[in-house]
């Protein structure tokens, strides 16, 4: 047992669990490692928050791939709780654990069916399909999920992610357009949806890439992954055929300015030792993106 908690008493550690729930830390091991130490042949004296660390312990022992204590949990949540969606719901956890995902989906079906408002067996259900690699499925019932939960960010950013590994550029453009009206002064959803669009290419795409770019760096001048997008845009931008000649020398104004913030912001962050050696590293690379006006 580790020596930070080999001194404790039951009821430090029962404070210590719920400190953790309530600052919503998992500490997966060491909740198993004080459980089994020191709370587990106090369970009764637990009183009503007997039922809470069971839970958490459950939570910990999935994490830790511990099957038999898992199980010894949802025993004892079982019967105290029969019929329970919330126990089910660590039940299909379990299945899905132990690499049984036909009954996991079975049973989050059944939890989804008596309540459709439930959004947690909605987002297991993405899980079990994306660790299947069923790809396809996981984004059908994502947009099912989303359909009812408009607002729920973290889906959003998923469902962008499986249309990117689907290479759907398109739609998870408009994933992310979701996001940033959620959420317009994050510089990191402006630089994430430039990045889609200079990979989806085309000059139009290209233009709004460069607009998205330019207002990331806006939000944050510090934005150096934005810096190089944007330099790598406007090269783009200016060596296209469709790119009229007045706005040629624009366009390769920006470039230049892009590149002198890059250089600038490796000058001042680089360690004193290696500043000479980075920046000349630096200097070289830019060069080779500059274009001739």
Not at 68 to 85: Q, R, T
Not at 138 to 150: C, D, N, Q, R, V
Request: hydrophobic residues 40%.
């Amino acid at each position: 047992m580790s020596r930070i908690y080999s001194n404790l008493s039951w009821t430090e550690a029962r404070d210590l669990l719920r400190a953790w729930r309530e600052n919503s830390e998992r500490q997966s091991r060491d909740t198993v490692e004080i459980w089994e130490s020191i709370l587990m042949p106090h369970v009764d004296s637990l009183g009503n928050e007997k039922y809470l660390v069971l839970e958490q312990v459950c939570f910990a022992a999935l994490d830790c791939c511990r099957p038999a204590l898992v199980d010894y949990c949802l025993k004892i949540l079982m019967k105290e709780f029969p019929g329970s969606l919330r126990v089910q719901k660590f039940h299909a956890m379990q299945l899905e654990a132990l690499g049984l995902y036909h009954l996991a989906l079975d049973v989050l079906d059944s939890i989804i069916k008596q309540d459709e408002t439930n959004a947690a067996p909605r987002k297991r259900k993405v899980a079990i399909l994306k660790a299947k690699g069923q790809i396809p499925e996981a984004i059908k019932e994502l947009t099912e999920y989303l359909k009812k939960f408009m607002s729920d960010q973290e889906a959003w950013h998923e469902l962008c992610d499986l249309y990117l590994q689907e290479q759907e550029y398109g739609k998870a453009a408009v994933c992310m357009e979701e996001l940033i009206l959620h959420n317009p002064h994050n510089h990191l959803l402006h630089q994430r949806y430039a990045e889609i669009k200079y990979s989806q290419g085309g000059f139009d795409n290209m233009l709004l890439a460069k607009a998205y770019f330019c207002q990331a760096i806006k939000l944050n001048p510090n934005n150096l992954r934005a810096l190089y997008g944007l330099l790598l845009t406007v090269n783009n931008i200016a060596m296209s055929p469709k790119c009229p000649s007045s706005k040629k020398k624009e366009t390769i104004k920006l470039s230049e300015w892009a590149a002198a913030q890059i250089e600038k912001l490796y000058k001042t962050k680089t360690l004193e030792e290696d500043e000479g050696k980075d920046t000349k590293c630096i200097e070289v690379l830019l060069t080779q993106l500059q274009l001739e006006a």
